[in-house]
Structure formats: C-alpha cells, structure tokens
C-alpha cells in the first residue's frame, strides 16, 4: 500500500512546478519556497505545509486540489499567510466540528436545500468538538441511532462522504445495519368509495389537490410541479412532473382514469396559499398542514392507495414503480404487505381472465 501511495503522489507532481506534494510518516504536506511570515527576518524560505490529511488515494486527491491552489497563489503573486493558516492545522489540532462546517459549506453548493437539510445539516452540525478520526465518528453514530433505523444508514453515508473530504479512510459498513421503508398497512389507507366521499367534503381548491394526489398517487409537493396542466386533458390524461421534483422528472398516468371527469382535473383551482419561492419540503408540509383535521388520513396515504391500486389493477411493479420514481425493490417491499385479501382474489381474477383471452 505505501508503494502505491508513493505512485500516486508522483503522478500527482506532474505538472507541479513551484510546489510538490511530500509523505510525511502517514500525512500529506505542500513543500514549497513560499514568502516569509509577517514579523520574519529575510524573504523567502522553503518550508512544508503540512495539510492534515492522511496519506491515502483521497488525501492524495485532495492534497493535488491544495498544491494547484497553492502554486496559482504564488504565481499570480497573491500568496498571503492568512489564507493558509488554517490549512496548516494538523489533524491532531483539528476539530471535527471544523471539518464538518467546511464540508456542510461545499454539500450546499451542490445539492438542493431541501435534500441539504434532509440528510445533512443535522449530522454536520452534531459533529463534537473533538479530533475528526474514524474512531471518533463510530462512536458518535452509535450514540446517534438505533440499528437498522434511517438516521443509522443516513449518518453513515454522511460521514463516510466527510472522511473522503478530510483524506481520512473510513468504513462504517459494518455498522450501517439494513434499514428497510415499513411496509403499508392496508388499514391505514383509504378505500377507492371513502376518497370520492371524502372529495365531496372539501373545498374547491383542496378538491382539486386532493383529486391530484388521488388520482396520479402524486407526493404532496408535486401538484405544483406539473409541467403542463394541458396533459391532464390529453387522451391518456399523462402529466409530467418537472425535474427539480424529490426525484426528478417523471410521467405519470391516472390510475383510475374516471376520476378525470369525477373530480374535475381538467379545472385547475389551485387554494390560496403561497408557494412560489418555497421549496418541496416546505410545499409539502404547507399542504399537510392545510389538509390536517379535514381528513382521517395522511395526504401521503393517496400516494399508497395509488400505488396498491396500480397492483389491483394490473399494473406490472417495474412499470408502477417508475411512475412513482422509486426502485421495484422499494415498491415490492412498501406495498406488497398492504394488499388485502379482497385486492388479490381481484388480482387473481384479472390475471386469470388475460389467460383466457391468450
């Protein structure tokens, strides 16, 4: 491992001219003849930089991205002290708070807010003021969660991904445990009659919300990223969901079609309520709240009843599972157990009466 840790240093050099990337035992430095420090006798001196980073393949990466850095600074004749002052704290001296503030700075700049906010800002900011090791992250993940939960397997992954950033080799496999989505419970869930009475009760811009989410087994948020209401007049009734959805752009097809017309679809009345500037999780919690103590179900239950009709109906998982965005894996292990006794004697049936026809 140390040889090719050493060949991979080397190949990073190349192109390097005023500074280079050096092992010192099982950290990485910068050595270069940089200016003196404010206060300091004479001009230039050759002097390391040490960057904190273990000498591993990322910290090698992660050292190149410095040196680069580094050397534009001198050449541009911009170097300044200050700059780098902090990049010259040793891992013993840096906090994994430190690492955790700086990581949180890069994530925000490349995710969206809501998905930033969703799996990383808690993580980040727990983050104790104590040296960033793989030792250290363990046992405060451990402390954090329970086996097998979501925050178990999402504090995993962040950490992991904060490792990679700092240059510090990590495997929290072991510990990440198999959290899997709990399974609908068909008593949780509204039937095809109870939605079409409880449509009835609402006002008009909350029948047209609550038709949507019923009818298309739409996230709550996604009524206000359809691309174009046109669709929902189309022969097929396919709408498309705009790309900065939860999970991207999708189409969706109505399951079952009559609701169309039932419901009134093709008039969109949207309520009264802002949403131009919020973003998905903030819609949708805008209109779970609105819709709160006007149903005896959760909105998102619409999107379960649509996902156990779309198996009633004939609909193959791969194919409902890609109207929903999300993996057959998911569907199967989310719907499969909410299908009643009464829904498979249909499925049954359906099956059967495509044989016959064959």
């Known amino acids: 491992m140390s040889d090719q840790i050493d060949a991979a240093i080397a190949r990073a050099n190349t192109g390097l001219n005023r500074v280079k990337i050096e092992r010192r035992d099982r950290k990485l430095a910068l050595r270069g003849t940089l200016p003196v420090k404010p206060g300091e006798p004479g001009q230039r001196k050759r002097r390391y930089i040490a960057l904190g980073i273990y000498a591993n393949p990322d910290g090698v990466k992660v050292a190149k991205a410095k040196a680069q850095k580094l050397e534009s600074d001198l050449n541009l004749d911009r170097f300044n002290w200050s700059d780098w002052e902090a990049n010259v704290l ?9 690492w955790g503030k700086e990581f949180a700075k890069k994530k925000q700049l490349s995710i969206k807010p809501a998905s930033y906010r969703a799996n990383y800002e808690d993580p980040l900011k727990s983050l104790p003021n104590k040296t960033l090791s793989e030792e250290l992250l363990r046992a405060h993940i451990l402390s954090r969660s329970s086996v097998d939960s979501w925050t178990r397997k ?14 510090i080799s990590a495997d929290f496999s072991d510990i990440r445990g198999n959290h899997k989505p709990k399974p609908v419970k068909a008593s949780d869930l509204p039937s095809d009659e109870e939605i079409e009475q409880i449509w009835e009760t609402l006002l008009p811009g909350w029948q047209w919300i609550y038709g949507m989410l019923a009818t298309y087994g739409l996230r709550p948020h996604e009524v206000f990223r359809i691309a174009d209401h046109k669709g929902i007049a189309s022969p097929t009734g396919k709408i498309s969901i705009l790309d900065d959805s939860k999970t991207g752009g999708r189409d969706v097809w109505p399951l079952p079609d009559k609701w169309r017309a039932q419901f009134n ?4 009345v949207l309520p009264d309520i802002r949403f131009e ?10 209109v779970s709240a609105n819709l709160r103590g006007k149903l005896p179900h959760k909105p998102y239950a619409l999107r379960h009843a649509w996902a156990i009709r779309s198996a009633v109906m004939g609909v193959p998982d791969s194919i409902a599972a890609r109207w929903m965005e999300h993996s057959v894996a998911v569907h ?12 498979h004697e249909a499925i049954w049936r ?4 495509l044989g016959n026809s064959i």
Not at 90 to 98: L, M, T, V
């Open 350 to 353: 359906r099956a059967n009466q």
């Open 154 to 167: 999402n504090d995993c992954m962040v950490y992991t991904a904060l490792c990679k950033f700092a240059g």
């Open 90 to 98: 040793s891992a013993d001296s840096k906090s994994a708070q430190d």
């Open 265 to 268: 679809l093709t008039t969109v």
């Open 277 to 286: 500037g919020r973003d998905n999780q903030q819609m949708g919690q805008r």
């Open 332 to 343: 199967a292990e989310t719907y499969h157990a909410a299908i009643n006794q009464l829904q």
